[in-house]
T-cell receptor, first 112, second 115 residues
Protein backbone atom coordinates (compact mmCIF):
# COMPACT_ATOMS: atom_id res chain seq x y z
CA UNK A 1 0.00 0.00 0.00
CA UNK A 2 1.35 3.42 -0.98
CA UNK A 3 1.76 5.97 1.81
CA UNK A 4 -0.44 8.48 -0.01
CA UNK A 5 -3.17 7.59 -2.51
CA UNK A 6 -4.73 10.13 -4.87
CA UNK A 7 -6.99 9.59 -7.88
CA UNK A 8 -5.11 11.00 -10.91
CA UNK A 9 -8.29 11.96 -12.79
CA UNK A 10 -8.65 13.80 -15.08
CA UNK A 11 -11.59 15.59 -13.49
CA UNK A 12 -13.64 17.93 -15.71
CA UNK A 13 -16.26 20.24 -14.20
CA UNK A 14 -18.17 23.28 -15.51
CA UNK A 15 -17.18 26.76 -14.45
CA UNK A 16 -18.80 27.79 -11.18
CA UNK A 17 -19.12 24.24 -9.83
CA UNK A 18 -17.79 23.07 -6.48
CA UNK A 19 -14.76 20.81 -6.85
CA UNK A 20 -13.86 18.13 -4.33
CA UNK A 21 -10.38 16.59 -4.34
CA UNK A 22 -9.35 13.85 -1.93
CA UNK A 23 -6.45 11.77 -0.67
CA UNK A 24 -6.04 8.89 1.72
CA UNK A 25 -2.89 8.00 3.60
CA UNK A 26 -1.53 5.21 5.74
CA UNK A 27 1.22 6.78 7.90
CA UNK A 28 -0.11 7.87 11.30
CA UNK A 29 3.00 9.98 11.88
CA UNK A 30 1.96 12.61 9.34
CA UNK A 31 1.24 15.94 11.05
CA UNK A 32 1.37 18.46 8.20
CA UNK A 33 -1.16 18.15 5.40
CA UNK A 34 -0.69 20.31 2.33
CA UNK A 35 -2.19 20.98 -1.06
CA UNK A 36 0.03 22.10 -3.90
CA UNK A 37 -1.09 23.36 -7.30
CA UNK A 38 1.06 22.69 -10.34
CA UNK A 39 0.45 24.33 -13.68
CA UNK A 40 1.81 22.72 -16.84
CA UNK A 41 5.59 23.09 -17.15
CA UNK A 42 5.85 24.82 -13.76
CA UNK A 43 6.95 23.80 -10.29
CA UNK A 44 4.36 23.09 -7.57
CA UNK A 45 3.20 26.00 -5.40
CA UNK A 46 1.71 25.65 -1.95
CA UNK A 47 -2.01 26.44 -1.81
CA UNK A 48 -2.86 25.59 1.78
CA UNK A 49 -1.63 23.60 4.73
CA UNK A 50 -3.23 22.23 7.88
CA UNK A 51 -1.44 21.11 11.01
CA UNK A 52 -3.04 17.99 12.53
CA UNK A 53 -6.83 17.68 12.17
CA UNK A 54 -9.49 20.20 11.30
CA UNK A 55 -10.61 22.61 8.62
CA UNK A 56 -8.98 25.65 7.10
CA UNK A 57 -10.52 28.16 4.72
CA UNK A 58 -8.79 30.62 2.41
CA UNK A 59 -11.02 32.47 0.00
CA UNK A 60 -12.61 29.93 -2.36
CA UNK A 61 -10.51 27.07 -1.00
CA UNK A 62 -11.25 24.87 2.03
CA UNK A 63 -8.96 22.12 3.29
CA UNK A 64 -10.19 19.38 5.62
CA UNK A 65 -8.21 16.75 7.51
CA UNK A 66 -9.75 13.74 9.25
CA UNK A 67 -6.91 11.92 10.98
CA UNK A 68 -9.22 9.23 12.39
CA UNK A 69 -10.08 8.17 8.83
CA UNK A 70 -6.68 9.13 7.35
CA UNK A 71 -8.51 11.20 4.74
CA UNK A 72 -7.91 14.74 3.51
CA UNK A 73 -9.95 16.90 1.16
CA UNK A 74 -9.68 20.16 -0.76
CA UNK A 75 -12.83 21.97 -1.86
CA UNK A 76 -12.84 24.71 -4.48
CA UNK A 77 -15.95 26.88 -4.62
CA UNK A 78 -17.03 28.91 -7.65
CA UNK A 79 -14.39 27.20 -9.78
CA UNK A 80 -12.74 29.25 -12.52
CA UNK A 81 -10.95 28.22 -15.74
CA UNK A 82 -7.75 29.56 -14.14
CA UNK A 83 -8.09 26.80 -11.51
CA UNK A 84 -7.31 24.23 -14.23
CA UNK A 85 -4.10 22.58 -13.04
CA UNK A 86 -2.81 19.46 -11.30
CA UNK A 87 -3.52 19.41 -7.58
CA UNK A 88 -1.08 17.45 -5.41
CA UNK A 89 -1.84 16.43 -1.87
CA UNK A 90 1.28 16.26 0.28
CA UNK A 91 2.12 15.24 3.82
CA UNK A 92 5.03 15.28 6.21
CA UNK A 93 5.71 14.12 9.74
CA UNK A 94 8.12 16.75 11.05
CA UNK A 95 7.99 20.05 9.16
CA UNK A 96 6.33 21.61 6.14
CA UNK A 97 9.63 21.56 4.25
CA UNK A 98 10.96 18.14 5.27
CA UNK A 99 10.65 14.79 3.44
CA UNK A 100 7.29 15.63 1.94
CA UNK A 101 5.36 12.67 0.56
CA UNK A 102 3.24 13.65 -2.43
CA UNK A 103 0.23 12.00 -3.99
CA UNK A 104 0.20 11.39 -7.74
CA UNK A 105 -1.80 14.54 -8.35
CA UNK A 106 -5.30 15.04 -9.79
CA UNK A 107 -5.57 16.80 -13.15
CA UNK A 108 -8.46 19.26 -12.98
CA UNK A 109 -10.11 20.93 -15.98
CA UNK A 110 -12.63 23.72 -15.45
CA UNK A 111 -14.77 24.06 -18.56
CA UNK A 112 -15.83 27.65 -19.48
CA UNK B 1 13.23 39.10 -4.22
CA UNK B 2 14.27 36.43 -6.72
CA UNK B 3 12.67 33.02 -6.60
CA UNK B 4 14.25 29.58 -7.00
CA UNK B 5 16.06 29.27 -10.32
CA UNK B 6 17.25 26.05 -11.93
CA UNK B 7 19.51 25.25 -14.85
CA UNK B 8 19.47 23.84 -17.40
CA UNK B 9 15.73 23.76 -18.13
CA UNK B 10 16.02 20.83 -20.52
CA UNK B 11 18.75 18.35 -21.33
CA UNK B 12 19.21 15.04 -23.10
CA UNK B 13 21.77 12.45 -22.04
CA UNK B 14 22.51 8.88 -22.98
CA UNK B 15 22.50 5.88 -20.65
CA UNK B 16 25.67 5.62 -18.57
CA UNK B 17 26.52 9.32 -18.73
CA UNK B 18 26.67 11.70 -15.78
CA UNK B 19 24.64 14.88 -15.26
CA UNK B 20 24.86 17.94 -12.98
CA UNK B 21 21.81 20.08 -12.29
CA UNK B 22 22.07 23.46 -10.59
CA UNK B 23 19.81 25.45 -8.30
CA UNK B 24 19.89 28.92 -6.80
CA UNK B 25 17.73 29.17 -3.72
CA UNK B 26 15.35 32.01 -2.93
CA UNK B 27 17.01 34.98 -1.27
CA UNK B 28 17.41 34.40 2.49
CA UNK B 29 16.74 30.66 2.35
CA UNK B 30 19.37 28.29 3.79
CA UNK B 31 17.78 24.91 3.10
CA UNK B 32 17.54 23.23 -0.29
CA UNK B 33 15.59 20.08 -1.18
CA UNK B 34 15.63 18.08 -4.40
CA UNK B 35 12.69 16.08 -5.76
CA UNK B 36 12.28 13.82 -8.78
CA UNK B 37 8.94 13.95 -10.64
CA UNK B 38 8.39 11.23 -13.22
CA UNK B 39 5.69 11.78 -15.84
CA UNK B 40 2.23 11.45 -14.33
CA UNK B 41 3.58 11.06 -10.80
CA UNK B 42 3.97 13.27 -7.77
CA UNK B 43 7.40 14.56 -6.76
CA UNK B 44 9.59 12.12 -4.82
CA UNK B 45 12.04 13.35 -2.17
CA UNK B 46 15.70 12.78 -3.07
CA UNK B 47 17.55 14.67 -0.32
CA UNK B 48 17.77 17.92 1.60
CA UNK B 49 20.75 20.14 2.42
CA UNK B 50 20.98 22.54 5.33
CA UNK B 51 24.03 24.78 5.69
CA UNK B 52 26.11 22.63 3.33
CA UNK B 53 25.34 19.30 5.01
CA UNK B 54 22.95 16.56 3.92
CA UNK B 55 19.95 16.65 6.24
CA UNK B 56 17.92 13.66 5.15
CA UNK B 57 17.68 11.39 2.14
CA UNK B 58 14.89 9.55 0.40
CA UNK B 59 14.99 6.12 -1.19
CA UNK B 60 17.49 6.89 -3.96
CA UNK B 61 20.75 5.04 -4.70
CA UNK B 62 24.19 6.55 -3.95
CA UNK B 63 24.69 7.51 -7.60
CA UNK B 64 22.41 10.43 -6.75
CA UNK B 65 24.56 12.92 -4.84
CA UNK B 66 24.43 16.58 -4.02
CA UNK B 67 26.25 19.61 -2.77
CA UNK B 68 25.28 22.85 -1.14
CA UNK B 69 27.60 25.84 -1.37
CA UNK B 70 28.25 28.64 1.16
CA UNK B 71 25.84 30.91 -0.75
CA UNK B 72 23.18 28.15 -0.30
CA UNK B 73 23.01 27.30 -3.99
CA UNK B 74 23.04 23.60 -4.73
CA UNK B 75 23.90 20.91 -7.26
CA UNK B 76 22.38 17.52 -7.94
CA UNK B 77 24.68 14.98 -9.57
CA UNK B 78 23.52 11.72 -11.07
CA UNK B 79 26.09 9.16 -12.22
CA UNK B 80 25.64 6.16 -14.50
CA UNK B 81 22.33 7.43 -15.88
CA UNK B 82 19.54 4.91 -16.45
CA UNK B 83 16.47 5.24 -18.65
CA UNK B 84 14.26 5.46 -15.53
CA UNK B 85 16.12 8.61 -14.47
CA UNK B 86 14.18 10.50 -17.14
CA UNK B 87 12.09 12.95 -15.13
CA UNK B 88 11.58 16.54 -14.04
CA UNK B 89 14.04 17.38 -11.27
CA UNK B 90 12.70 20.00 -8.90
CA UNK B 91 14.71 22.09 -6.51
CA UNK B 92 12.97 23.77 -3.59
CA UNK B 93 14.25 26.13 -0.92
CA UNK B 94 13.03 27.01 2.55
CA UNK B 95 14.15 28.97 5.56
CA UNK B 96 15.63 27.55 8.70
CA UNK B 97 15.93 24.15 10.25
CA UNK B 98 14.30 23.80 13.67
CA UNK B 99 10.61 23.99 14.37
CA UNK B 100 8.15 24.75 11.65
CA UNK B 101 10.31 26.51 9.13
CA UNK B 102 7.70 27.46 6.61
CA UNK B 103 6.89 26.25 3.20
CA UNK B 104 8.93 24.97 0.31
CA UNK B 105 9.32 27.23 -2.70
CA UNK B 106 9.89 25.25 -5.88
CA UNK B 107 11.73 26.15 -9.02
CA UNK B 108 10.37 25.31 -12.46
CA UNK B 109 12.57 22.24 -12.73
CA UNK B 110 15.12 20.68 -15.05
CA UNK B 111 13.67 18.16 -17.46
CA UNK B 112 16.11 15.31 -18.05
CA UNK B 113 15.65 12.81 -20.87
CA UNK B 114 17.88 9.73 -20.89
CA UNK B 115 18.13 7.87 -24.21
Amino acid sequence: QKEVEQDPGPLSVPEGAIVSLNCTYSNSAFQYFMWYRQYSRKGPELLMYTYSSGNKEDGRFTAQVDKSSKYISLFIRDSQPSDSATYLCAMSARRRDDKIIFGKGTRLHILP
Amino acid sequence: ETGVTQSPTHLIKTRGQQVTLRCSSQSGHNTVSWYQQALGQGPQFIFQYYREEENGRGNFPPRFSGLQFPNYSSELNVNALELDDSALYLCASSLGHRGDTGELFFGEGSRLTVL
